[in-house]
C-alpha cells in the first residue's frame, strides 16, 4: 500500500502555470504507475496523465497534451505534474492515484490507491 499527498493546487490565471506534487509514503514508490487525474464540478473523473516506471512510459490525455507533462523522482518518492498554458476548462479537483498494474493506465478503476485532490482554479 502506499499513501498520497498531493499539493501544489491554486487559482491561477489562463496562460498561467502551475506544478503539481504528489508525495507518496512507503518504500515500494518506483514499483507503482502513478497517475494524475481529475474531476470538475458536475463532471465526471478524468484521466489526465500517468508515468510507468517500467521504461519510463508515459500517457496524456488529449486535452491537455502538450501543455502539461508528468514526472516522477523514485529518490524522493514524489510525481509531479508541471502544468503549462493553463486554461479555464483545466479548473478541477485533481487527484494523484497509484496502481501496481507495470504500465501505463488510463482507467481510473484500476487506482488503488488514492490522495485527497488538490484545487486547481483557473480564471479567464
Known amino acids: 500500500q502506499v499513501q498520497l499527498v498531493e499539493s501544489g493546487g491554486g487559482l491561477v490565471q489562463a496562460g498561467g502555470s502551475l506544478r503539481l506534487s504528489c508525495a507518496a509514503s512507503?518504500?515500494?514508490?518506483?514499483?507503482?504507475?502513478m497517475g494524475w487525474f481529475r474531476q470538475a464540478p458536475g463532471k465526471e473523473r478524468e484521466f489526465v496523465a500517468c508515468?510507468?516506471?517500467?521504461?519510463?512510459?508515459?500517457s496524456y490525455a488529449d486535452s491537455v497534451k502538450g501543455r502539461f507533462t508528468i514526472s516522477r523522482d523514485n529518490a524522493k518518492n514524489t510525481v509531479y505534474l508541471q502544468m503549462n498554458s493553463l486554461k479555464p476548462e483545466d479548473t478541477a479537483v485533481y487527484y494523484c492515484?497509484?496502481?501496481?498494474?507495470?504500465?501505463?493506465?488510463?482507467?481510473?478503476?484500476?487506482?488503488?490507491?488514492w490522495g485527497q485532490g488538490t484545487q486547481v482554479t483557473v480564471s479567464s
Open positions: 508515468f510507468s516506471w517500467k521504461g519510463g512510459s508515459t
Open positions: 492515484a497509484a496502481t501496481i498494474i507495470l504500465a501505463p493506465v488510463r482507467e481510473g478503476s484500476y487506482y488503488s490507491n
Open positions: 512507503g518504500r515500494t514508490f518506483s514499483s507503482y504507475t
